[in-house]
């Protein structure tokens, strides 16, 4: 719950533990519940030992996480509400849910021993079970949720955007990265043979903010976002799973650690699941299950939710919308095999095939024999679609009850709640809210916790009579907290920690508005007898703003005050006077970036960090990327410069200058996941090919951010440079770790004519230019190497193909007759046998491939021509900085994560040191300028 300060007066911190005391004692104990913080709640906790399990047949604390805004996990979200696991957990056991945007956090507090159990997708789970194998956090897959063909697996475009798959062709393409809907999008693009100018790695909130603003053209999301961004008119649907015939669907995860040592709590929640699967597939339940989600979700109405559950395409009037396997079946089992081999194929699992203890399949199958019962034992079936009200217009339905008022009427209080409403919700452009009830209370004003019975929130005022600034000031507060995602509170352990920052912002928010109306209602108040109240409004704010407790010390920063007084605000939410002090201060940033208004409803979305920094940047890192700048100010005002934006990293774009599903693509992913942890920072990949790799770094160049921004460059690249081509030069960067070196080859297809290199040059002097070379770009390296080869007399013709996908299909399809390329990037169709090498450009044999030839055994000098991956940064980036992100990837290099990865991709760099590294670009650049001087032209 959410009290804020009675209006007028001041309550002193004492008085108001009072109230809320009573407050507590007098409502029943369901809808009041608080997320009181526990002990250490925030610290680390250990990867093994996870605490509460106990011994069979004692009482447990069980923590779940779970993804309510993902439908195909929804099971969870009924267990929640419906509390099934009470009829079989041991007396006195107790069940903490934490929600996730995201699966991968799911994973990460599983395996840290943090959480015990969690509902996810594909892609998380078997990431997570394939990598713990052997490990204190081993993780373990017991049971399945819903499959379907378009819970996940949802492809949108933007109104005016791509109107079909085809037309995704050169678009603006996001999915969340490293997962199903990731591995959807590749899917899709892979199959159908598109390229997207740009595919970046966004968060469900960015994703949704940029079709909203036009910056996307179309991205792969879930459910109910899809059908969310539907409804607003903001985007479309162009595609499912049902075009690749590619189930999806989620799964539940146990820690390895609970299986073994508690085998009663185990069996005794899958008995739990079995009712909450059960419970979902009946239709009687449907009302019930809508409100549900209502009641543990954001931002989404009652229309919006049922039909992402229930509402089908008239074709698929009688298809499932989702079946519910809860035992692992064909579809199942053909939905793991098939991630599995594209985690391996995008590096991020060392084989295709599960681990064998991976899996484990006879707990389910045990519950469901004691039963009885089948699988499936249910299908979510379609239901006509419900009209969508009046939230993806903005607005907010507020319904003022009757009595307690005095002698103000519900029609004027309703008008100015409105008005507040309106005030702070258009600043966050297509936030729908559920409805909000509001009724009088004689206690404090408040936000409960528990939704009403049809998922609308329920707020509590104290302001009476004709005293309209009173309305203003408490409702602005609690609108503050709704916008602010306070319902998410009792979901995160700790939260109550950090809960003051929110009471500071929503006393920013009761300032704000009286200040802004006092202007307006002069010349456009919400009734006519409303003018008069104007210069009562802003006499309020006057009063507040000039109490002398807001006031710091003559020449005391926020940073210095917040450090004599941290412990005391960490200790309780409602110390009115410290929370003032800072809503004081903060006041003018909002009023001078009004997009700070926007970033409130990226406040909370994820269980915060244990400390108050790691709070701010977990709301950084969950908001768009136009709106951090503004955060990061007020993470500065609170821990100094080192604390925004420049050093403090919580943010990284990492710009991969190269197609899809290219060797660069892999080798960038994987290095985000394993310096994620390292660098405390989410990173934020983006695919932008084009131009030999400079159109991606010509993107690093030009960032506001230089700290937080990196690249990868490849060797092709370097050699363009070298050409005189454009304006990019090695002084521009900072390199920061050479990932990769390897050798190219020339491939054939392998049923080509072409049995050697020396056929080709046998051909060639014979037929000049007739022999067509898919390559990477035109004057690099490839060309080069190309020119090489035919200045003996034999020809051949280079054909610039820039995205991997696109020139290694060129090979296959036979529109070309060889393919310039690094074994590690088709290794696949090595091993399938569809390509045959001819020769390795370099002057000696690979031992990867030993009956395979050198060039220079036939008379040609590509000693030059080893090529490298590196990550790059801007030059401009701090010194400190580089040398910190040097250390770290030098580590991250030495992992056995690393090595076996590049092993398999034939392309492990010999470590350097740091005046190797920083020399690099440069030393290569010279090698490659005086080779081209000496080329014929």
């Known amino acids: 719950m959410k009290p804020s300060p009675r209006f007028p007066h001041s309550l002193p911190a004492a008085a108001l533990r009072v109230l809320l005391l009573v407050l507590l004692l007098a409502l029943p104990v369901a809808p009041v519940l608080a997320a009181a913080p526990e002990p250490d709640a925030g610290s680390a906790a250990p990867t093994s030992g996870a605490p509460g399990l106990g011994q069979p047949g004692e009482p447990v604390a069980l923590v779940v996480g779970y993804q309510p805004y993902f439908t195909s996990a929804w099971s969870a979200l009924v267990m929640r509400g419906k ?4 009829r079989y957990l041991p007396k006195g056991s107790t069940v903490e849910f934490e929600p996730a945007l995201q699966g991968r956090k799911i994973a990460a507090a599983m395996q840290s021993g943090r959480m015990h159990l969690g509902y996810m997708g594909p892609v998380s789970a078997l990431v997570a079970a394939a990598r713990s194998e052997g490990q204190p956090g081993e993780l373990r897959l017991v049971a399945v949720l819903g499959l379907g063909y378009d819970q996940c697996n949802v492809l949108l475009a933007r109104v005016g955007g791509p109107a079909t798959l085809k037309a995704l062709q050169g678009s603006r393409l996001a999915a969340p990265r490293d997962s199903c809907a990731d591995r959807f999008a590749r899917e899709l693009l892979r199959e159908r043979s598109l390229s997207p100018a740009t595919y970046l790695g966004q968060n469900i909130e960015q994703i949704a903010n940029g079709l909203r603003a036009g910056r996307l053209d179309a991205a ?9 961004l539907e409804q607003e008119g903001v985007a479309r649907r162009i595609g499912s799973g049902r075009e690749l015939g590619q189930v999806d669907g989620g799964f539940l995860v146990m820690r390895a650690e609970l299986l073994e040592r508690r085998p009663d709590v185990a069996q005794a929640w899958l008995q739990a699941e079995l009712d909450a699967q059960r419970f979902l597939a009946d239709p009687a339940n449907a009302e019930e299950i809508v409100r549900l989600a209502l009641a543990q979700t954001a931002g989404f109405d009652d229309a919006t939710l049922w039909n992402a559950f229930y509402a089908a395409a008239e074709a698929d009037a009688q298809v499932p919308r989702m079946t519910l396997p809860f035992v692992f079946d064909e579809a199942a089992r053909r939905l793991l095999a098939d991630t599995m081999a594209y985690l391996h194929g995008a590096g991020q699992v060392p084989s295709d095939v599960l681990p064998p203890r991976a899996l484990a399949v006879e707990p389910a199958q045990a519950v469901l024999r004691g039963r009885g019962l089948a699988s499936p034992v249910g299908r979510v079936m379609p239901q006509p679609a419900r009209a969508v009200g009046e ?3 903005g607005r907010v339905r507020i319904t003022v009850r009757e009595g307690g008022w005095g002698n103000a009427n519900t029609r004027d209080i309703r008008d100015v709640l409105a008005a ?3 005030e702070l919700q258009e600043r966050i452009p297509g936030r729908p ?5 509001v009724s009088h209370s004689r206690r404090s004003p408040i936000s409960l916790y528990e939704r009403g019975p049809r998922g609308e929130y329920q707020v509590q005022l104290t302001a009476r009579d004709d005293r309209w600034a009173g309305y203003v000031y408490e409702f602005a507060h609690e609108f503050c907290h709704i916008l602010g995602n306070y319902d998410r509170h009792p979901h995160f352990q700790g939260a109550g920690a950090h809960q003051w920052f929110e009471e500071a912002l929503c006393e920013v928010s009761s300032l704000y508005t009286l200040q802004r109306f006092a202007v307006e209602w002069q010349v456009k108040p919400p009734s006519p007898r409303l003018q008069a109240y104007a210069q009562e409004l802003q006499a309020s704010a006057d009063r507040f703003l000039a109490e002398k407790h807001r006031r710091l010390a003559p020449g005391q920063t926020l940073a210095a005050w917040y450090a004599e007084n941290a412990q005391r605000l960490r200790g309780g939410a409602y110390d009115r006077d ?12 909002f009023d001078e970036n009004p997009e700070l208004w926007e970033a409130l409803g990226y406040l909370n979305l994820e269980a915060p960090g244990g400390s108050f920094e790691q709070y701010l940047r977990t709301w950084h890192d969950n908001a768009p990327p136009e709106l951090r700048d503004s955060i990061s100010y007020v993470m500065a005002l609170f821990f100094g410069p080192g604390a925004g934006r420049r050093d403090a990293a919580p943010h990284i774009e990492f710009t991969v200058p190269y197609g899809l599903n290219s060797g660069p693509d892999g080798i960038a992913r994987l290095l985000a996941r394993l310096l994620e942890p390292a660098l405390g920072a989410a990173i934020e990949l983006a695919n932008v090919p084009g131009a030999s790799g400079n159109t991606g770094l010509t993107r690093l160049l030009a960032t506001g951010d230089p700290a937080n921004a990196l690249a990868i460059i490849g060797g092709s690249t ?6 005189g081509t454009g304006t990019v030069e090695p002084r521009l960067f900072e390199v920061l770790g050479v990932v990769s070196t390897f050798e190219s080859f020339l491939f054939a297809p392998a049923d080509s004519p072409f049995r050697s290199l020396q056929d080709v040059l046998d051909f060639a002097s014979k037929n000049p230019d007739r022999l067509r070379v898919a390559s990477s770009g035109a004057g690099g390296r490839d060309e080069l190497a190309i020119r090489a080869l035919g200045a003996q007399g034999a020809r051949l013709l280079n054909v610039p193909v820039s995205k991997h996908d696109e020139r290694v299909a060129a090979v296959l399809d036979k529109r070309v007759e060889l393919l310039f390329e690094e074994p590690g990037d088709v290794a696949e169709l090595l091993e399938q046998g569809r390509l045959r090498p001819l020769a390795v450009l370099a002057a000696r044999r690979d ?8 060039a220079q055994e036939l008379g040609f000098d590509l000693r030059p021509f080893t090529s490298f991956r590196a990550v790059v940064a801007n030059a401009s980036m701090a010194p400190q900085r580089v040398r910190a992100l040097r250390q770290e990837l030098a580590r991250v290099l030495q992992s056995p994560d690393w090595r076996d990865y590049c092993r398999h991709l034939l392309s492990c760099a010999d470590p350097l040191t740091e005046e190797q590294t920083r020399t690099y670009l440069q030393r290569y650049y010279e090698a490659a300028k005086a080779y081209r001087a000496q080329l014929p032209r």
């Open 83 to 86: 509390r099934f696991h009470e």
């Open 220 to 228: 792969a999301v879930w459910e109910p976002v899809a059908t969310r």
């Open 391 to 393: 939230l993806p217009e």
């Open 420 to 422: 507040v409403a309106r």
């Open 433 to 437: 809210l559920a409805p909000i009830v």
């Open 578 to 589: 410290r929370n003032e002090v800072v809503a004081t201060l903060l006041l003018p940033l």
């Open 718 to 723: 370097v050699w363009v440079w070298a050409g």
């Open 847 to 854: 031992p990867a491939f030993p009956e395979v030839p050198a």
